[in-house]
């Protein structure tokens, strides 16, 4: 399903910004991009999604930017480095023979003597701000495949109602099925010239048999379950997708039975129309979470 999000905190001196964007896809995948200070928080990251998100390509951005928890910036004196300075450039003058004064600022400017640091934050620290900004983001982004999922859902309801539909159309022409091939059966045999009666003992043999092969209301038993189950878990406020697509298989192998068993043209329609409906629920589905 897609979706976006957006999340910002502030907390222990580090300012995160996380972006999530999700599109369509039937397993969960998760790319996640830090900074490389943050990479040892990518665990963490991976299990606050996958504990709101079940399915789909999820994209998380997470940016930082740390800031000194002081009035200004860090200052590093590096006093080793500054008398080397100093002492070279007392013999560098002294060699040359010079003029000029060595004072303090001369030293302070040579390059690496003064320099400016971001405070150390340990991961722990950081945590609370990354965790923050990324519940906010999942926070929007289920939002917007909520509401996504709502329109699938009516969707879905409509085609399984068209389903339901042709399947009690079927279960009211089985009835004929049997009527229709004794009908058929004794025709045939008028033609042929045999003398044979309605009762006769081999005609009614034959159509034991063929009931019994043709027979096909297990099949629709079996179908009103499934649609009742489909229904149910269409409705659960939680992951359901993958119990969802299982039922189409298991209502799409009934559907092959029913179709193979029913030797009638009108019911051989509605059982292709019933499945090319149950194809496109199939596709539907696998955007579902």
Known sequence: MTGYGRGQS?????????????????????????????????????????AEVARGRLNVVIAAHHTSKSNGPAVALDTNLARSYYRAMLDLQKELKAAGEIN????????????TVEEEVSIDDQWPAVESALKEALADLVKMREREGKHLAKDLIHRLKTVRESVRNIRVLQPGVLKRHRQSLHERIQKAGIELQFDDERLVKEVIFFADKSDISEELTRLESHFAQFAHHLRKNEPVGRTLEFMCQEIGREFNTL???????????????????????????????
């Open 10 to 50: 502030a907390q222990n001196g580090s300012k995160i910004s996380v972006e999530l964007n999700s599109v369509n896809r039937k397993q969960s995948d998760v790319v996640v991009s830090l900074p490389r200070e943050l990479a040892e928080l990518e665990p963490r990251v991976r299990d606050v999604i996958n």
């Open 104 to 115: 303090i600022d001369t030293v302070l400017r040579a390059p690496g003597v003064l320099r």
């Open 259 to 289: 179709g193979a068993k029913a030797n009638d043209v009108e019911i051989s329609q509605l059982v292709v129309g019933c499945k090319a409906e149950m194809e496109k629920i199939r596709e539907q589905i696998q955007n579902i979470e």
